[in-house]
T-cell receptor, first 111, second 111 residues
Framework: DVKVTQSSRYLVKRTGEKVFLECVQD?????MFWYRQDPGLGLRLIYF???????EKGDIPEGYSVSREKKERFSLILESASTNQTSMYLC??????????FGPGTRLTVL | GNSVTQMEGPVTLSEEAFLTINCTYT??????LFWYVQYPGEGLQLLLK?????DKGSNKGFEATYRKETTSFHLEKGSVQVSDSAVYFC??????????FGAGTILRVKS
């Protein structure tokens, strides 16, 4: 079975802190994605990556950056966390032009 | 651009009732279509998919048929259970490996 793991299920941070959300997949997938999910707004794509060291902006990249140094790992970075970044963050991976496999999510609260 | 429209929820049904969740899409070409399910507190799981017109995807008693004439991919189940209570997302894959999601439909099944 494909497994996508995220470093934390719940995280509480303070405004201004630098936050790292880690995602690891074990199926050698080329593509990896970061979404945030908010009530009434559905899933919104933040960043995605087609290959190691490659990244593309999604629909809402402002306030975020990403890193993909190894194929299996895709990190989302909040350079200076703000309260409006309180959300559920979902990571996913996929082979080319195929369904995405999701991790369990990280619920981030920024105080 | 491509888009997916789902019926608004929440949908509330009694156990053993028939379920339909409508999904229509706008896309160039004939993209693969997906239904994902999200149980409370978890990430998204692929429920079923269809890759070409007239394909029927099925899993766990759920079915959906890819109808290109009506650009629809409605989700159906003959007899729902309390354990089916979740949020259901319809999605299509577009060029660039990105998924386009509908807003999600909350299903509540009462015993």
């Amino acid at each position: 079975d494909v497994k996508v793991t995220q470093s934390s299920r719940y995280l509480v941070k303070r405004t201004g802190e630098k936050v790292f959300l880690e995602c690891v997949q074990d199926m050698d997938h080329e593509n990896m994605f970061w979404y945030r999910q908010d009530p009434g707004l559905g899933l919104r794509l933040i960043y995605f990556s087609y290959d190691v060291k490659m990244k593309e902006k999604g629909d809402i990249p402002e306030g975020y950056s990403v890193s993909r140094e190894k194929k299996e790992r895709f990190s989302l970075i909040l350079e200076s966390a703000s309260t409006n970044q309180t959300s559920m963050y979902l990571c996913a991976s996929s082979p080319p032009m195929n369904e995405q496999f999701f991790g369990p999510g990280t619920r981030l609260t920024v105080l | 651009g491509n888009s997916v429209t789902q019926m608004e929820g929440p949908v509330t049904l009694s156990e053993e009732a028939f379920l339909t969740i409508n999904c229509t899409y706008t896309a160039t070409g004939y993209p693969s279509l997906f239904w994902y399910v999200q149980y409370p507190g978890e990430g998204l799981q692929l429920l079923l998919k269809a890759t070409k017109a007239d394909d029927k995807g099925s899993n766990k008693g759920f079915e959906a048929t890819y109808r290109k004439e009506t650009t629809s991919f409605h989700l159906e189940k003959g007899s729902v259970q309390v354990s089916d209570s979740a949020v259901y997302f319809c999605a299509l894959i577009e060029y660039g490996n990105k998924l386009v999601f509908g807003a999600g439909t909350i299903l509540r099944v009462k015993s």
